[in-house]
């Protein structure tokens, strides 16, 4: 069973590839004009087209998501780090800020071209000079400017007008420019002359932005893969080192600039706070010289270390108070820019601090996708949701928080109101000392908190710790990228082969003509009995005895095949009609008459085509009397009855002169009683009658005869027509129809025996000397 169905499918392939084959190679010089056409505009196109190379670099990010942590070292030193998230440091690696810094940086707004034969090419390298605008965001449009460069002299020449030297402003029609030597020049191969474009930066950065590709290497990673296409490798790279550098560059500065700003809010309270301990200090020493008090009492002592104890926490208090006020006051600011850290402000609540940090991440991220992308940007608003989110937790923390310090202040003033009662026992002089030498103590603590808030906001200021780290530097492909010559030539190839195939499908089914035989097959259940092949030689005569051209061959199969319609000794009236004139009714009708005879058949040929007779032309003849005398009653059957002088069992009934009423007159009776002498003295008799949709003469002959022939033509007959058919016969029926597919032709430009592209017969012509493929 396995096998049968092997070989089944192994028969199917077979059968595609031989249609495939039949349909397409007839049209095999189609093919080769389009290849050679394709092929050349593939060269062409890769001839001038500008070579571009690749450059591929590396580099990972901190994302809180994915476990890219510092050690607590570097922890330590980089105390207002946030992490960051991988797909918003994409999208920022791609915007416009960065580029249009790396046009600034490497001057990419002033090319210089050099020109070849073909196209210009880039000089980024074989350039001697640069070429630099003191205002690049200013800079108007100019295609191109000429420049000569003078080593010995080391000037260069603008456009033969304008001599300008090396590393100096100087005005020019094209703006305020310097000209600076290339550290990165090479000696091109051919010198040729130097010409340098102005271009504005915003386009500069567009034609980047295009040509840069950044992706994370994989959803679980926090490495980032970069890639630039440029006709200068050497461009490329640096175009993807210094956007590597540009963008360390600036998360170094806003996180400089945060630890800044902290340092400078520390620095002034700090300054508030010494000036204030300094009044103390001078407050202690006057009066101890005024009042005299130098010792203080054991219960003295214990007093001040209690009550000083509580009034440093108290002061904590306070300045957690003041903390969570400022904290609240940012909270409930619809600036959505980032603050202080509560830990900076003596707020020590781990869960308020956590919150806080979040929300200070959040704010920073959205001051840095604020400057890349727009306000509906899908991230920004992500980023702007998270912010929302967080400030109702943090505002009921803060409430909560300040309630705890409010109750813990009451107790502590209560504690000291019972202290103070006790001071009631010590001598003034002795309290009054107490009281400032605790203010002294309280203003010493706050004193040395900031100081050390300082310190760390220094440190960190000055540790410049980046949250991205290069993992692998730019560097460019050895070859060129695109194009790609194999996929343009395969592409050529590829579109060779499928545009003749779309030409010759549409063109075929456009065509409204039939074309195939099973078009026929298709469009009606009547049997095609035999095909016969165009031939362009001109003779309607295509049978002779020991003819044997493949024309020749066709009829005798037709001959052979005339037993399946019935055709035999009783059975022997054969009707040929066709649907419009030109399909060649009259040729079949003609041939397959001469074909039998050759057989020794007695053949009877009927002209019953009393509206365009062709018979007589064919057959070269000129009888003046036939069946049309017959049918008015001038003449009798014998008297119409011509034997033929080339073929002696064949025997010719002409037309004869045209009636104004022919189809009446096959209605009249007298055709019934000619077919039947006809049928009773030969042995087969061939009807040739007009066309079924010009006239009702077919319909009124058929059911005189025993078989229908009719005749179709290749590229001629309508589909139309054939789709009527079936139609037409349950009201008029035709006599056990079959159809002859006549005028087959070649298919494309092969030139063949027959019209499927096969040479069907090899034989040997007996009128020629020389052998042949006989047609």
């Known amino acids: 069973m396995q096998s049968t169905q092997n070989d089944s499918l192994e028969q199917n392939e077979e059968n595609f590839i031989s249609k495939l084959l039949l349909t397409y190679l007839p049209y095999w010089p189609v093919f080769v004009v389009f290849l050679v056409l394709f092929m050349g505009g593939a060269y062409v196109y890769l001839l001038f087209s500008t070579p571009k190379y690749e450059a591929t670099a590396t580099m990972i990010i901190k994302d809180e998501r994915k476990g890219s942590d510092d050690s607590k070292m570097m922890e330590s030193l980089n105390l207002v780090s946030t992490k960051k998230i991988i797909e918003n440091e994409v999208e920022v690696l791609q ?249 900076a402000l003596g707020v020590s609540d781990p869960s308020l601090s956590r919150l806080m940090t979040n929300l200070y991440t959040s704010q920073l991220e959205y001051e840095k996708l604020k400057k890349t992308v727009a306000e509906n940007n899908p991230l920004l608003v992500s980023v702007t949701d998270q912010i929302n989110k967080l400030k109702p937790d943090i505002l009921n923390n803060l409430q909560s928080q300040r309630r705890n310090l409010e109750a813990s202040k009451k107790s502590l003033y209560a504690t000291n109101n019972t202290y103070n009662s006790v001071l009631q026992s010590i001598p003034q002089k002795e309290r009054q000392l107490l009281e400032i030498s605790r203010e002294q103590t309280i203003k010493s603590a706050i004193y040395s908190f900031l100081l050390q808030k300082r310190e760390e906001s220094a440190l960190s200021y000055a540790s410049t710790v980046s949250d991205s780290r290069v993992v692998d530097k730019a560097q460019s492909s050895p070859g060129p990228v695109s194009p790609n010559s194999k996929i343009i030539y395969l592409a050529s190839i590829f579109a060779s082969l499928i545009l003749p195939i779309g030409w010759i499908g549409a063109r075929e089914a456009l065509n409204r003509k039939v074309l195939y035989r099973r078009e026929i097959e298709q469009l009606t259940s009547i049997p095609v009995l035999g095909e016969i092949a165009y031939t362009k030689t001109g003779s309607s005569n295509e049978i002779e005895a020991g003819k044997r051209t493949f024309i020749a061959q066709e009829f005798r199969k037709i001959r052979t095949s005339l037993p399946y319609l019935g055709i035999g000794p009783k059975t022997k009236k054969i009707l040929v009609t066709s649907s419009i004139p030109g399909e060649g009714k009259s040729f079949i009708a003609a041939n397959l008459a001469v074909s039998l005879s050759l057989t020794g058949k007695k053949v009877a040929l009927i002209d019953l085509d009393l509206h365009n007779p062709s018979l007589q032309k064919i057959l070269k003849t000129n009888h003046e009397f036939g069946i049309s005398n017959y049918l008015i009653g001038d003449k009798e059957p014998v008297e119409i009855i011509n034997s033929s002088s080339e073929f002696g069992n064949l025997y010719f009934v002409a037309s004869g002169p045209l009636q104004p009423n022919p189809s009446e007159l096959l209605e009249n009776g007298r055709i019934n009683d000619i077919i039947s002498y006809m049928e009773s003295n030969f042995d087969v008799v061939i009807i040739d009658t007009a066309p079924v949709v010009s006239v009702s003469d077919a319909h009124i002959l058929s059911g005189c005869c025993d078989a229908t022939l009719y005749i179709v033509r290749h590229q001629y007959t309508p589909k139309m027509l054939i789709e009527r058919i079936d139609r037409n016969n349950k009201i008029n029926q035709l006599t056990n129809p079959a159809i002859i597919f006549n005028g087959v032709k070649d298919r494309g430009f092969v030139k063949s025996n027959y019209g499927y592209g096969y040479d069907y017969v090899y034989g040997y012509d007996q009128t020629r000397k020389d052998k042949k493929f006989l047609n």
């Open 95 to 343: 915007s416009r800020t960065l580029i249009d810094n790396v046009v600034r940086k490497l001057r990419l707004y002033a090319p210089v071209y050099q020109e070849t034969k073909f196209r210009p090419t880039a000089a980024y390298i074989t350039s001697p000079v640069l070429v630099e605008a003191i205002h690049p965001d200013e800079v108007h449009g100019f295609k191109k400017i000429y420049l000569q460069y003078d080593n010995k002299k080391n000037t260069v020449l603008l456009d033969n007008k304008f001599n300008c030297a090396l590393n100096e402003w100087i005005n020019t029609p094209y703006g305020t420019l310097k000209f600076i030597v290339n550290t990165k020049y090479q000696t091109p191969a051919a010198a040729r002359p130097y010409y340098f474009s102005i271009i504005p930066i915003k386009r500069v950065a567009l034609g980047i932005s295009g040509n840069l590709k950044v992706a994370a290497a994989n959803k679980l990673s926090s490495v980032i893969n970069l890639s630039y296409r440029d006709e200068v490798p050497q461009r490329a790279e640096d175009v993807l080192n210094e956007l590597l550098t540009t963008y360390s560059n600036t998360s170094i500065n806003e996180k400089n600039n945060l630890a800044k700003n902290t340092l400078a809010f520390v620095t002034d309270r700090l300054n508030i706070v010494s000036r204030e301990l300094e009044a103390i200090e001078r407050k202690v020493q006057k009066y101890k010289a005024a009042s005299g008090a130098v010792d203080i009492s054991t219960q003295g002592e214990l007093f001040l270390k209690n009550v000083s104890s509580n009034d440093q926490t108290v002061s904590e208090i306070n300045m957690q108070l003041g903390g969570l006020d400022q904290a609240e006051k940012h909270i409930l600011s619809n600036d959505n820019n980032s603050g202080i850290l509560p830990s």
